[in-house]
């Protein structure tokens, strides 16, 4: 940071610093750098200080120890023999599996519900301002604790499924079980010859891929629409099935049984990821579908009118001319509305969900005592996360903006 | 001035737990608590300096008790439908308020969740904790506690409802369990399992009323936390009778209050109105007679209520009558049992080895002289 030092040609005065316009400015930040720095270390000295003082040290260890609890989802295997350090882990997987879920579900509400606001149908209108307002007005805190309790006071137990004459029957042929610990869905086994099954699937998704840059291609040069539509299902769906029944059904479905206390088997979704997905996604969806509005009325009125001059019908209007205009308004906003949820699911222990501020922010830290040390990592382990998202969907929101020739 | 910017830290922290700790329910009492703190902060932060009790110097010019009690545990600390603070623990704090003001009143309590409840006690919200706490190895050392003594010696229980048909713990293997996080229980539970080779699969939960709505939901099996609480818990269900207490007791759980390190002058306050409550039951003086010991020859009741000329309570800044006060508040140590936990309040829990070491119990007070 010697960017102060004077040019040599000329006699320097020290008080140039400051009354030269050609120092000014450096030696200011130069000024305020040092007082930034010393600040940040007397607030970690003095933290330091008082912690020693009352006989706590500063130290990571303990996520090397033995974590001692157990925990109810996990990503990854996890005993109570495992390490903090793991259950952070599984814990920071966890609050990933939500943020993204929840995003996912987000976005593609919002979208749906953003245009179909804007509907001429007064019924639909009015509908999605009420549902805009219902979410986006209630702090989202209640609405996890109250789909949390919807989820567990009015479903059944596992033990109505019981017996010759059960108060409670499984949907959908006998393969989805809800009840009140959460709902369990049948899983996909993957038996030998799997493999081909998805290399075929990929194959497909590829030619149709192609087929779809062909048409386009046949646009642009001759201006008539190939149908592809139709073309593509079956290309997607016939081989692979095909072929799946050609080796022999090599995907078998595990349906969840009721066994002694619980369900076993097949896909567990637990109440509280559940009530924790679905109440972020329903919130966040809320603000997204206002700033979809909010994109698509930017687009200015000429466009549409142009565009139903050229004939075009009002869903291609909207896909063609509107909307790729209006995704350049749309994503900026919508980044913040992705840290948000995923910073909003450290609300997760409200309904006991064990994302890492229920881990490694609280369970960890109450058996360690290592509240200082917890929430640093915390911190850090959130501030990482919303940089990622950030940069991704930057990197993604560079891509379509519009390239001045 | 240091002091003040690391309480600050404290502070935000805990403001953070606090909200992430509101339930369904608003915490009652948690806009008392930032406010306490801050008057702390602004007080000025001297409270680890050692020598004479400084906390009992705050708590004199403050005026009250801070005691940290169960955000609501059935016999232990509830509120009352008059709106007071009722329970086992919350007459201890009334006691010790009694010694050092005379006045049993003089308390606030502050409700803390499980996961709070240490935090609290270390950033100086509240001057005691008196809330069904273990006494373990690590919180005594590592996470810089002084236990004053054990005020009630529970154990792990499990609570099931009768339909379910189990008789005992180890017929849960696959069961779900409600939890509260935070607690050596949670620790019990996995090793119990564990050692057993069962499995179950674990509801966290943040206090005990979420654990009991969740548990009569039926989004869990069966629910474990101190035999004493599973008791208190069940006769204030809508019917009793449904539900059991399994009989293992899978744990110790000695249960104390406690202070933060440091001070050893409160700790020693605190420990012994806990022992004048235990004397007093052993020398059959209750609330009642109390007035009445005034001519007996025994000199330890003469130490113990002030009524002799030794004044051994000015060795830790108490007036003489300070025991005399804490005894007269909630009666003693066997009185306290019986109203908050025994016959009396409804929960019928038996004093078993909690009864005095007179009377086939482990419950023993070092001398009072």
Known sequence: MKASAPPKTESFKLSMLLSDTRYRGTSLQVITFIIFVAVFFWLVDNTLKNLALLGKDV????????????????????????????????????????????????????????????????????????YIEGFRNVPVLLWIVMIFALLTEFTPAPKAFKGADPQATMLL???????????????????????????????????????????????????????????????????????????????????????????????????????????????????????????????????????????????????????????????PPLISNYLNLTKNSSLAIAVGYMDVRGTLGGITLNQTGRELESMLLLMGFYLCVSLLISSVINYYNRSFQIVVR | MFNAVFSQIILVLLLIKIIFNLKGEIMRKSLFMVLSSILLIVGGQAAFSGGHSVTLDDVKARGNLLCGVSTGAPGFATIDDSGKDVGFDVDYCRALAAAI?????????????????????????????????TWTYSRDTDLKQTFLGVNYYDGQGFMVKKDLGVNS??????????????????????????????????????????????????????????????????????????????????????????????????????????????????????????????????????????????DILAMVGLPKNAMYNAIKAGGNYGEIFENNLGATSGINIERGVNASWTKGGILYSPPFR
């Not at chain 1, 943020?99 to 639909?124: D, E, H, P, Q, Y």
């Not at chain 1, 497909?204 to 779809?212: D, Y």
């Not at chain 2, 080779?197 to 629910?223: K, R």
């Open chain 1, 59 to 130: 130290s990571f260890n303990f996520l090397f120890l033995r974590a001692g609890y157990d925990i109810n989802q996990r990503l990854i295997p996890y005993t109570s023999d495992s390490t903090h350090g793991r259950a952070a882990f599984v814990g920071i997987l966890n609050t990933l599996l939500v943020a993204f879920v929840g995003c996912f579900f987000a976005t593609i509400l919002g979208l749906f519900v953003g245009i179909l606001r804007l509907s001429k149908n007064w019924l639909v209108a009015k509908l999605m301002s009420i």
């Open chain 2, 169 to 310: 713990t180890l017929e849960l293997d696959g069961a779900t369990v409600c939890i509260q996080v935070g607690t050596t229980t949670e620790l019990n539970l996995a090793d119990y399992f564990k050692e057993n080779g069962m499995s179950y699969e674990p509801v966290p939960t943040a206090d005990n009323a979420e654990s009991q709505q969740q548990y009569l939901a039926g989004a869990c099996d069966t629910y474990t936390t101190d035999a004493s609480a599973l008791h208190g818990t069940r006769v204030n269900l809508e019917n009793p009778d449904d539900h059991l207490v399994l009989p293992e007791i899978i744990s110790k759980e000695p249960l104390g209050p406690l202070v933060r390190h440091g001070d050893d002058n409160w700790a020693d306050i605190g420990r012994w109105v806990l022992n004048a409550l235990i004397i007093a039951e052993e020398k059959g003086i209750t609330k009642a007679n109390i007035d009445s010991w005034k001519d007996t020859k025994d000199a330890e009741i003469h130490r113990l209520l002030g009524t002799g000329d030794d």
């Open chain 2, 101 to 133: 003001f005379g006045d049993p009143m003089a308390v606030k309590f502050v409700g803390l969740t499980s996961a709070v409840r240490f935090t609290a006690l270390a950033a100086g919200e509240v001057d005691i904790l008196a809330r069904n706490t």
């Open chain 1, 173 to 331: 042929f006998d393969s989805i079980a809800v009840t009140n610990r959460g709902t369990y869905f049948p899983a996909p086994i993957f038996g030998e010859g799997s493999f081909w099954l998805l290399l075929s699937f990929i194959l497909s998704v590829l030619i149709v891929i192609f087929i779809k840059q062909y048409a386009n291609k046949q646009k642009k040069e001759t201006g008539k629409s190939l149908p592809t539509f139709w073309i593509s299902i079956l290309i997607i769906i016939l081989p692979t099935l095909g072929l799946y029944f050609l080796i022999g059904k090599p995907i078998s479905l595990e349906y969840p049984y009721l066994k002694g206390f619980n369900f076993k088997d097949g896909i567990h979704l637990r109440n509280s990821f559940l009530a924790l997905t679905l109440a972020l996604a329903l919130y966040t969806s809320a603000f997204i579908a206002e700033i979809v509005r909010a994109g698509i009325l930017a687009i200015s009125k000429g466009q549409t009118e142009a565009a139903a001059s050229l004939g075009l019908r009002p869903n291609k209007i909207m896909n063609l001319i509107i909307l790729p205009q209006a995704l350049r308004i749309i994503v």
